[in-house]
């Protein structure tokens, strides 16, 4: 029998003034295009009781005014970004603290590695959960993706769903726009996939470099002794595993802990060859 799982349309914790409910606490971000400040006055209509602004920004008297009318409260922080994603994992009780959580980061191949490792493990008799690209899924239900990696308010109430339905492993595309934004605070990784990397999001980063040091903020997120796995066939990501013994490495074209060997001229067809702990295992 399938199980049946919703999203609630109202969070304790929200950024955003259409998921406001009683008692919510809003968050005044600062987007790329719009203010949250902007939103004050609708989130405390709805029935937000606690506003969280960051220290500096200016609220219009009148806004002020209006926080005072509805009897809520105004919180500042030195960093609302995060704050608001520690606020969610707070308001749903820490539930990334009782899940296995595997985050996929790279350039290209994430969402194709994603639903490979969800499918493998869902084969093993793991109850699991996926958010990507293409679609969210909690066992058998899915939800539509906002974002590759979506907004803290969304991310631990998904995750909060996963613990009261048992989920073991919770697979993760993970984007450098949402590490450099903060939206992973409260949630740390059980193993860690990095599939390559090339220039990308020039719009977002003012070079390379940033960008490739956004991607490695996904280590700071790991839990002590985590897995993880490295495409050591890209050059930057061999530089990587050089730095970290501990890190694991795959590839076609270059020593690795998981080496893939080509039969014959067609690449789809491989025979994996791994060096683990001192011994060698081949699969074909």
């Known amino acids: 029998m399938k199980c ?12 955003h003034s259409q998921y406001v409910g009683e008692g919510s606490t ?4 600062q987007g790329a295009k719009d ?20 220290e500096g920004v200016i609220i219009p008297e009148e806004v002020k005014e209006s926080i005072n009318e509805y009897g809520a409260s105004l919180t500042m922080v030195p960093h609302a970004r995060e704050a608001f994603a520690l606020l969610c994992a707070r308001a749903h009780d820490y539930p990334a603290k009782r899940l296995n959580i595997i985050g996929i980061t790279g350039t290209k191949g994430k969402t194709t590695s994603a639903y490979l490792l969800e499918h493998l493990l869902r084969k093993a008799g793991y109850k699991t959960a996926l ?12 939800f539509r993706s906002p974002l590759t990696t979506p907004q803290a308010d969304y991310l631990q109430a998904f995750l909060k769903l996963c613990v009261d339905v048992d989920v073991q492993y919770v697979i993760m595309e993970t984007s450098a726009q949402a590490l450099t934004l903060h939206r992973l605070g409260g949630t740390a990784f059980s193993g860690i996939v990095f599939t390559n990397f090339e220039p990308e999001h020039a719009e977002f980063y003012a070079n390379i470099e940033d ?5 490695c903020l996904i280590f700071e997120l790991r839990n002590a002794g985590a897995p993880v796995l490295i495409n050591v066939d890209d050059r930057r990501l061999r530089q990587l595993a050089e730095r970290n013994a501990n890190f694991s490495t795959y590839g076609f074209n270059t020593p690795a802990s998981f080496q893939g060997i080509s039969q014959g001229n067609q ?10 702990k001192d011994n060698e295992y081949c699969l074909n």
Do not use: C, H
């Open 267 to 276: 690449r789809e067809q491989v025979s994996l060859s791994i060096s683990w």
């Open 211 to 215: 960008y490739f040091k956004a991607k």
């Open 35 to 54: 203010n949250g400040i902007s939103y004050i006055k609708e989130a405390l209509q709805k029935g937000a009781r606690e506003i969280v602004v960051q």
């Open 131 to 142: 958010l990507s690209t293409v679609d969210n899924k909690i066992l058998d239900t899915t």
């Open 4 to 15: 049946i799982i919703k999203m609630s349309e109202q969070f304790p914790v929200t950024s």
């Open 26 to 29: 809003f968050v005044a971000l």
